[in-house]
């Protein structure tokens, strides 16, 4: 129990099959509380459904996944204690559209943990701040840009008060000069201290802020490694083959 | 460490105010100057001279008559619509007390005046429609403080029309939140309930469920029991309109992007609310145009309701023309109710494309 208490996610002999497809084969990772990890890895090799998994928007048949100590099994009540605890960011956003910025970060709060009108409002407000586009709250986010969009996204999660953040390649479908912005975001709450888990091709980004560096392929773990070993050093041949493709 | 610029991109959006375009109205477009003005006198009165029609209904109509056999000579009779205007928007109801439907339908229009702006829709705003339907119906029944009673035979013209779309819409929509998720749901129960439902009703014409309502309902009832036949058609139209509004609810909720409820999940927002507070009011926005044109095939479908005996306003423009008094104008009677018919469902379709247009708002940059 204390061994899992000071983890902040810890997942063992994780498998997950579509079908008779496995997309993820024997995942063993540990988190500790306010690590940041980068996974990376070739699309469809289950990076997204790893994380998908740690607040169960996909459901693993096998292996033990444990959030703060709590762990991820049928009870409902277990899963919500850990949706609360964790936070999660789209590579699309899935802002809610009919709804205005403000409305967005302030309405999960009083739908989910009851939270009053008026200090749910002040609570998105100051988030807002701090993703700095207050002056945005009043506009529906078909009006913002797709950087606006993903920045709101991150204070609407945050508005939930989580201590760990999922980030599912946050930046791939923003155009590339809003790309800075959202990393810049992301840089800012890893400093803060927050626990994070992103998936993301921001090698930059990987290298400035992650503490570990993971690499999938074919639903694997291939390799984890410090930053300056991963990039510098990899042991893996197909670590290092990814890495030269992407790198040019 | 290195942040964004605030603003950054907030400038880039201020540009010049666009040109104004400017409209002209239909009135200068007519009337502007002296050759436009005598050029639409001129193509009126050939208009008026030439389409017969357009004769019938104007030049040669009979506006006022003092005697109701020599009304007709060659034109219209609208003087027989101003002599049974009251029968046919209010059909048998006691004369002395039709203040009650006039009453009845100026509440109607107040709350949907005030219901039209999104804005204000809510718990509130359906609580008092609850409460207004309820004196509304109190007050064409009657037997209440010192109204005489009236019971729902004696109900027709106008008033039964609006109730009968009002109610079956009203009532319907809530069904057909239930069908449509229903029929979305992963469990069978639900799901096979909702299928055979929504198929069984929509494979039914509305005539063949109105005559189950009113003919085959009451025997298939236990002995003494009785259901008021006003009550059985509103529920053969509820049933009606539920089906097509399912299958129309259906198709939003299939627009919503998945990752919508997943990220509303993420949040840990409880499932129901999500349905309610996420889904539901995109996958709306996303049908307002089947939705509008469901609405008006439900406001003319309740014509229909004449074939069981239920005096609305077609019944009555029909029977006010069989008086014996007058040339047995059925032309003018039945212009007169498509009229209204026409005013309803045009302000219906305009409502649509007006809050069209407040949703679309919402995306421009």
């Not at chain 1, 949706?83 to 205005?100: E, I, K, S």
């Not at chain 1, 709101?152 to 000069?177: G, H, N, Q, Y």
């Not at chain 2, 409460?131 to 009673?149: C, H, N, Q, R």
């Not at chain 2, 439900?298 to 004449?306: D, H, I, Q, R």
Request: net charge positive; hydrophobic share 50%.
């Amino acid at each position: 129990m204390n061994v899992d208490a000071e983890a902040a996610i810890r997942i063992s002999a994780l498998n997950k099959w579509y079908d008779t497809f496995q997309v993820l084969k024997n995942i063993d990772l540990d988190v500790a509380v306010s690590e940041r990890i980068v996974v990376c890895g070739p699309s469809g090799s289950g990076k997204s459904t790893l994380i998908r998994c740690i607040n169960r928007l996909e459901e693993h048949q096998e292996g033990r996944i444990l959030v703060n100590g709590t762990p991820l099994d049928d009870s409902v009540k277990n899963l919500d204690a850990i949706r609360r605890d964790v936070g999660m960011v789209f590579q699309h956003f899935n802002l809610f559209p009919h709804l205005t910025v403000k409305e967005n970060c302030a309405l999960p709060q009083i739908l989910s943990r009851g939270a009053q009108r008026r200090e749910a409002e002040e609570r998105a407000m100051s988030f807002l701040t701090k993703v700095r586009i207050p002056e945005q709250a009043e506009k529906y986010p078909g009006q913002l840009s797709g950087g606006q969009q993903q920045r709101v996204a991150i204070a609407r999660a945050l508005c939930m008060m989580p201590k760990i953040m999922l980030f599912d390649e946050p930046t791939s479908a923003l155009d590339p000069e809003m790309v800075k912005e959202v990393l810049d975001t992301m840089v800012a709450l890893a400093e803060d201290g927050m626990t994070m888990i992103v998936v993301t091709h921001e090698m930059g980004f990987a290298r400035k802020v992650a503490d570990r560096v993971v690499f999938m392929e074919s639903g694997e773990i291939v390799e984890i490694g410090k930053p300056d070993v991963f990039f510098d050093a990899p042991t893996q041949v197909r670590t290092q083959n990814f890495l030269r493709n992407i790198m040019h | 460490m290195t942040v964004v610029q605030a603003n950054s991109f907030t400038t880039i959006s201020t540009t010049a105010a666009p040109p104004k375009r400017r409209r002209r109205s239909f009135v200068t477009l007519l009337f502007g100057d002296l050759t436009a003005s005598c050029l639409t006198v001129l193509t009126g009165f050939l208009l008026l001279s030439f389409v017969p029609a357009l004769n019938w209904a104007i030049i040669d109509a009979t506006w006022v008559t003092t005697d109701p056999s020599t009304c007709r000579q060659g034109g219209a009779c609208w003087a027989f619509i101003l002599a049974k205007f009251r029968f046919i928007i209010f059909g048998t109801y006691p004369p002395d007390e039709q203040w009650r439907p006039l009453l009845v339908m100026a509440l109607m229009l107040l709350m949907v005046l005030a219901s039209l702006s999104p804005r204000l829709w809510g718990m509130k705003l359906l609580c008092a429609w609850g409460a207004v339907i309820t004196a509304m119906l109190l007050l064409m029944w009657g037997g209440v403080m010192g109204l005489s009673p009236v019971p729902s035979s004696a109900w027709g013209g106008l008033p039964v029309t609006l109730l009968l779309a009002l109610l079956s819409l009203g009532l319907g929509f809530p069904f057909a939140v239930m069908l449509a998720l229903g029929r979305r749901s992963i469990l069978p129960v639900p799901r096979l309930l909702a299928i055979l439902t929504i198929e069984l009703v929509r494979g039914l014409p509305l005539v063949g469920l109105l005559f189950v309502a009113s003919i085959l309902l009451p025997l298939l009832l236990p002995a003494g029991w009785s259901i008021d036949k006003l009550a059985r058609t509103l529920a053969a139209l509820t049933v009606f309109a539920a089906a097509y509004l399912a299958e129309v609810i259906r198709g939003g909720l299939q627009g919503v992007s998945p990752g919508q409820a997943e990220a509303a999940k993420a949040l840990g927002i409880p499932s129901w609310k999500i349905i309610w507070h996420i889904v539901l009011p995109q996958a709306l926005q996303k049908v307002i145009p089947p939705l509008t044109n469901t609405t008006i095939v439900m406001v003319k479908n309740t014509s229909l309701v004449l074939i069981v005996g239920v005096f609305d306003m077609l019944s009555a423009g029909r029977v006010a023309a069989t008086d014996p008094q007058w040339p047995a104008p059925y032309v003018e009677s039945y212009i007169f109710v498509a009229g209204i018919y026409f005013l309803i469902c045009f302000g219906i379709s305009n409502y649509s494309r007006w809050l069209e247009s407040c949703v679309q708002a919402r995306s421009y940059r």
